[in-house]
């Protein structure tokens, strides 16, 4: 077995509204024990003039929300999310990883990453650093998961106990640990 095997869960079979919710909830527990870097998505914004139903990625590690897309004229049809959005997230990700963490969660694995864009450095990242990794997969993308990153992972239901068990294997722990180090210099990746 290679040292990311089983490192990288990614949840698949329900909605991913259903998901970034999990992934909330899940993150708010883990969070006082683990260091965890990576943005969950908050569709609570504006959604007037939209095409697409992306949202906002939001910061773990700091709260900072960062718009996935662009505002098109009027009539437009075309998707609003943008790749050079999502990679300043993506940036902001790749410093949390840096600065060291036990865990990252990254929203969704779609088309942008299927490209090689989008939050594919972040995912990349947390692989080769063997940092346990959470995410779920979009329909649309599974072909690109498949190609780059599902030999790596384990495949989960979104149920929290499923991702209490793969989080412990995952850490090498029998449990989620009850405390980890304190993060380096600033903290970021501990803080949501």
């Known amino acids: 077995m290679d040292r990311i095997a089983g490192r ?8 991913s509204a259903v998901v970034q919710a999990l992934f909330r909830g899940l993150v708010a527990r883990w969070r006082p024990q ?17 095409t697409c139903r992306a949202g906002d990625l939001e910061s773990i590690a700091d709260g900072v929300r960062y718009p996935m897309f662009e505002r098109l004229p009027p009539g437009a049809t075309v998707c609003d999310v943008t790749d050079e959005k999502v990679t300043r997230a993506c940036a902001a990700v790749l410093e949390d990883i840096a ?43 599974c072909e690109g998961w498949d190609g780059l990153l599902a030999p790596s992972a384990v495949v989960l239901p979104a149920e929290a106990g499923a991702l209490d068990r793969w989080l412990a294997a995952a850490l ?11 993060p380096p210099g600033d903290g970021r990746a501990a803080r949501l």
Do not use: N
Not at 8 to 15: C, D, E, L, R
Not at 172 to 182: D, E, I, N, T, W
């Open 99 to 141: 600065r060291g963490c036990d865990l990252v969660v990254l929203s969704k694995f779609g088309k942008l990453e299927a490209e090689g864009g989008g939050l594919m450095a972040a995912f990349r990242a947390a692989a080769a650093a063997g940092i346990p990794l959470l995410t779920c997969a979009s329909p649309a993308a």
């Open 8 to 15: 990288i869960a990614v949840v698949q079979g329900a909605p």
């Open 34 to 50: 683990l260091r965890i870097a990576g943005v969950i998505e908050a569709r609570d914004g504006p959604k007037e003039g939209r």
């Open 172 to 182: 090498g722990r029998g449990g989620v640990p009850a405390s980890a180090a304190k």
